[in-house]
């Protein structure tokens, strides 16, 4: 009997150099430009085409969204080979990713969907109960947005979806800086009120920072929540007031909470008055360096220091200053906490490894003669998940120290 023809490809083929598969099948996604053979990069290909990732001896490994031009040349969206994305596609896709949080959160207000750990290689989804943020920082999601914002309308049935596509991450991409709102412009609103631990806090979807609030730290805000009563608290990078609330929320004696961007600070005076915080809260524009100095010189200390900076070492080549930038935090941090006091340090900067960002710290807190205890070391929650092939997903780093 013969064998039938295989079928057509309706894809590209994009041809890998001998044994450059090898880390594909231990699932990690991402196809970097050295390891394409040379006559199969495939440059005639527009940004963010999909294509299907061959072996050096013709095996598929996928389909993935292609780049002639960057240095992640090829992005995996399914192990199936000459898949073409629909929107029903990505309707099945979040549908998994709902499920995967729905035994961690009964309410929906979370991350909905995490990049490449959920399927979605260049874009997070997040979630305020029926508002939807995505955010995309490859060309290969850009291309298919709309088939995602048709997506999130026939799972979800949102009031309204924000396009926030203005990650300076799109630039190595080539993709250009916007924010637009796809559906439901008339009808979202100026705040939406997240819940947290038991307060609600104010958001700005179109112009608050990335997403418009950070559901990765909510595990590191539920826990200086319960260790700061009777404290003294300074809040350095506070954006929006939400572990200074949450600490004053938990017993607080006060909080002073720094950060330089002003549209943040007032966000954080509207959830303080909101709560019913806010005699306890003082909120300072201004960069938190110069503000730190400022604060040891005045011979001003805390019983619990929290610094939540953004990150330091955006590209790879940025890590020796981010690393010096780490430890001149701590060293600030150690010198503005007292006797006894809490340190909460973090790093969002996924070129900094856990072990990096530790030695930053201890070095921070060396110098200033003061030792440091490890109590916890943590990251974000369950909404953000891990892809384990890929070491690079894991990017939030928190360290709760005992002086």
């Known amino acids: 009997m013969s064998r039938s023809a295989p079928a057509p490809a309706t894809l590209p083929r994009v041809v890998l150099r001998k044994d450059a598969e090898r880390r594909l099948r231990r699932g990690h996604p991402w196809v970097f430009?050295?390891?394409?053979?040379d006559d199969g990069a495939r440059g005639d290909l527009v940004a963010g085409a999909p294509v299907t990732v061959v072996s050096a001896g013709g095996r598929g490994q996928g389909s993935f969204f292609f780049h002639p031009h960057s240095l992640i040349a090829a992005r995996r969206y399914t192990r199936e080979n000459d898949q073409i994305p629909d929107a029903d596609f990505w309707r099945r896709r979040l549908v998994v990713a709902a499920r995967r949080r729905a035994a961690f959160f009964d309410a929906p207000w979370h991350r909905l969907a995490h990049a490449e750990a959920d399927g979605l290689p260049g874009a997070v989804i997040d979630r305020f109960g029926d508002d939807f943020v995505i955010r995309t920082e490859s060309a290969g999601m850009e291309r298919v947005r709309g088939d995602l914002v048709r997506a999130i309308q026939d799972e979800f049935r949102p009031r309204a979806i924000v396009a926030r596509d203005d990650a300076p991450l799109r630039l190595l991409e080539g993709l250009s800086s916007s924010v637009s709102v796809p559906f439901?412009?008339?009808?979202?609103p100026s705040r939406v009120w997240v819940p947290e631990g038991g307060l609600r806090f104010a958001a700005d979807l179109l112009r608050g920072q990335k997403t418009g609030w950070f559901y990765?730290?909510?595990?590191?805000r539920l826990r200086a929540a319960s260790l700061a009563r009777h404290r003294r608290v300074l809040d350095l990078y506070c954006g929006t007031g939400a572990f200074a609330l949450h600490a004053l929320a938990?017993?607080?004696?006060?909080?002073v909470a720094v950060d330089r961007s002003a549209d943040a600070l007032a966000l954080a005076a509207e959830s303080a008055e909101a709560a019913g915080l806010a005699s306890g809260l003082s909120l300072h524009e201004d960069e938190v360096f110069r503000a730190a100095?400022?604060?040891?010189?005045?011979?001003?200390?805390?019983?619990?220091?929290i610094a939540d900076p953004p990150a330091f070492a955006p590209r790879r080549r940025d890590r020796p200053q981010a690393l010096r930038a780490y430890r001149k935090l701590a060293r600030f941090c150690a010198r503005?906490?007292?006797r006894e006091g809490l340190i909460l340090i973090s790093s969002c900067s996924h070129h900094i490894s856990a072990s990096e960002f530790r030695e930053a710290v201890s070095g921070g807190c060396a110098d200033v003669q003061r030792s440091a205890r490890l109590m916890y070391f943590g990251g974000a929650g369950a909404d953000h998940p891990v892809l384990l092939a890929l070491p690079e997903s894991s990017y939030l780093k928190a360290a709760l120290l005992s002086l």
């Not at 100095?293 to 220091?305: K, N, P, Q, S, Y």
């Open 184 to 188: 439901g412009a008339d009808d979202l």
């Open 293 to 305: 100095r400022a604060l040891i010189d005045a011979g001003e200390v805390f019983d619990f220091v």
């Open 33 to 37: 430009s050295n390891e394409l053979a």
């Open 250 to 255: 938990g017993g607080a004696v006060s909080a």
């Open 216 to 220: 990765d730290q909510s595990p590191q």
């Open 336 to 338: 503005l906490a007292g």
